[in-house]
C-alpha cells in the first residue's frame, strides 16, 4: 500500500514538501497536491509586476509543468477539510489521507479597512499588483502613501521594498521631484529582528526622502477626503495608497475548526497539529515565525524528514529552527539579505549583508533553483 498523502497549497510549503517526499519515497507515494489555481508565483514577483519591470505572464509558473514520481496535482477549490478523519473535500472530489498536510497560506481582507477598496490599492495579491500596474503610470503627483493596515502581515521587509521601488520608479519617470513617499509601519524599525537591517533601511529612505512613520497602522480611508486614518487618530492626505490589506486564514480553515486566534497552532517542533496525522506549515500557522516563503520552505523541509522516518523507520528530524534569508531590494538594481533566526535564542535575532548587485543574483538564483526542483523548468 502506498502512503497516501494529502497536502492542502501548491505554495511555497506544499511544493517544497511535495518534491522532497517525490525524491525520497516517490515510489511509495500517492501524493496528490491540491491547489485551486493553474499556476504559483513568487511574493516578490508581485513587486516585479506593480513596477512594470515583468509581465504577469513572465512570472507565472503552471503547475501543469509538476511531473514527479508519487505526485499528481490537481487544480480544485478546497471546500471542506475534516481533520479528525483526515478527509478534505473539494469542488471535484473527496480525498482520503494518511498523512494531511495544510498550507494553504495567507488570504486578505480587505473588507476590514474602510475605504480600501474604494479608495486605494493592494500590492499583496496578484491581482492587486496586475491592477496598480495600470495605476501607478498615472502618478505623476502628489503624496503616496504605502501602508500596513494590520499585523501580521507576510514579508516585513516587501513595504520598504515597495517604497523604495516606487522612488526608483518616479525617478525614472522624471516626476520623483513632484511625489512624496511615506510609508506606514507597525514597528519601531522595519525589521525588528535585526537592527542592521533597519538602519541600511532607514539610512536609504533618508537618502531618497522616504519619510518613515513608526509604530502606526493605517485604519480607514477616506476616499471623498482622499486622507488615511491612522490607529492615533492621525490623518495624512494621499493621492495614490499603496496597501498592505489585513491577513487572515482561507475560509476553508476557518470552517474546518483548527483555528486558536485566527491561525492554525501547531507544536513549533515538528509543525504537528493537535490532529493525529494533520501537519501544518507556512502562513496558515502561528508557529511563531514571520510569514514568508523561507520559513513556509524550512518548516516542509522539517514535515517531509518527519513523514520519511516514519515510513522508513528513521530517527525522526531535528526540531523546526525557524531560521531563513530573506532578500531585500533596496533599488538601484541592488539587493541586501537579512538571515533570521527565530527560535535559537530568546528573541529573534538577525544578520545583514549590504545591499550589491551580487546579492541581487543571488535572489535571481533563489528564484530559479526553485523553479527548476519544483517545475523542472
Ligand atoms: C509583495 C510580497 C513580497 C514577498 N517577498 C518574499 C520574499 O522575498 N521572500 C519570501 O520568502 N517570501 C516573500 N513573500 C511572502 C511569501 O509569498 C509567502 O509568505 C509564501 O508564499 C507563503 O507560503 P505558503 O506555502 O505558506 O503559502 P502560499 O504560498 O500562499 O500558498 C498557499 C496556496 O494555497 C492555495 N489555496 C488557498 N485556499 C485554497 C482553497 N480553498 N482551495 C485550494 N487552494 C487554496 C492558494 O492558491 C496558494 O497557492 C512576499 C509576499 C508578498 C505579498
Redesign the pocket.
Known amino acids: 500500500m502506498k502512503l497516501r498523502v494529502v497536502v ?8 517544497e514538501l511535495s518534491a522532497i517526499l517525490s525524491e525520497t519515497i516517490g515510489d511509495n507515494l500517492d501524493l496528490a497536491l ?4 493553474d499556476s ?1 508565483f ?3 514577483s ?2 516585479d509586476v506593480m513596477f512594470g519591470r515583468k509581465t504577469p505572464d513572465a512570472v507565472r509558473l503552471a503547475y501543469r509543468n509538476i511531473v514527479k514520481p508519487g505526485v499528481r496535482f490537481r487544480q ?4 471542506a477539510i475534516d481533520p479528525e478523519t483526515r478527509r478534505v473535500t ?1 469542488d471535484r472530489g473527496i480525498y482520503e489521507a494518511d498523512v494531511l498536510v495544510i ?5 486578505y481582507d480587505l473588507n476590514a479597512t474602510p475605504g480600501l477598496i474604494e479608495g486605494g490599492n493592494e ?3 496578484f491581482a492587486g ?1 496586475e491592477r496598480l500596474r495600470e495605476v501607478i503610470p498615472t502618478f505623476s503627483k502628489g503624496h503616496a502613501i504605502v501602508g500596513v493596515t494590520s499585523t501580521p502581515f ?2 516585513p ?2 513595504p520598504s ?2 517604497a523604495l521601488l516606487l522612488h526608483d520608479y518616479l525617478t525614472t519617470r522624471g516626476v520623483r521631484a513632484d511625489c512624496e513617499i511615506s510609508l506606514v509601519m507597525p514597528f519601531g524599525i522595519p525589521i525588528p529582528p535585526s537592527p542592521a537591517t533597519s538602519k541600511a533601511l532607514i539610512a536609504a529612505f533618508a537618502e531618497r526622502g522616504i519619510t518613515f512613520v513608526p509604530n502606526r497602522l493605517v485604519r480607514a480611508l477616506d476616499p471623498a477626503r482622499r486622507v488615511a486614518i491612522l490607529d492615533d487618530k492621525s490623518e495624512m492626505p494621499y493621492d495614490l495608497f499603496l496597501g ?1 490589506p489585513k491577513h487572515r486564514v ?4 476557518a470552517a474546518s475548526g483548527m483555528t486558536e486566534d485566527g491561525w492554525i497552532p501547531v507544536d513549533r517542533k515538528n509543525l504537528r497539529t493537535r490532529f493525529p496525522g494533520v501537519y501544518a ?4 500557522t502561528s508557529v511563531g515565525t514571520a ?7 524550512g518548516a ?1 523541509r522539517v514535515v517531509a524528514a518527519s513523514i520519511i522516518a516514519d515510513v522508513q523507520g528513521g530517527e525522526q528530524p531535528s526540531a523546526y529552527n525557524g531560521a ?1 534569508s ?3 531590494e533596496f533599488g538601484a538594481d541592488r539587493v541586501g539579505r537579512v538571515d533570521v533566526d527565530f527560535f535559537s535564542g530568546p528573541s529573534p535575532t538577525g544578520s545583514f549583508f549590504e545591499p550589491s548587485v551580487a546579492l541581487a543574483g543571488e ?1 535571481q538564483q533563489f528564484g530559479s533553483s526553485r523553479r527548476a526542483r519544483w517545475f523542472g523548468l
Open positions: 492542502l497549497g501548491a505554495g511555497f510549503g506544499g511544493l491540491i491547489d485551486k489555481n504559483f513568487f511574493g516578490f508581485k513587486l480544485e477549490a478546497i471546500t473539494t498550507a494553504l497560506g495567507a488570504d500590492f499583496y495579491s499588483a507576510k514579508c521587509p516587501a521594498e515597495a498592505i482561507p475560509d476553508v480553515v506549515i507556512g502562513d496558515v510569514k514568508a516563503g523561507v520559513f513556509s520552505e516542509a531563513g530573506c532578500y531585500v535572489k
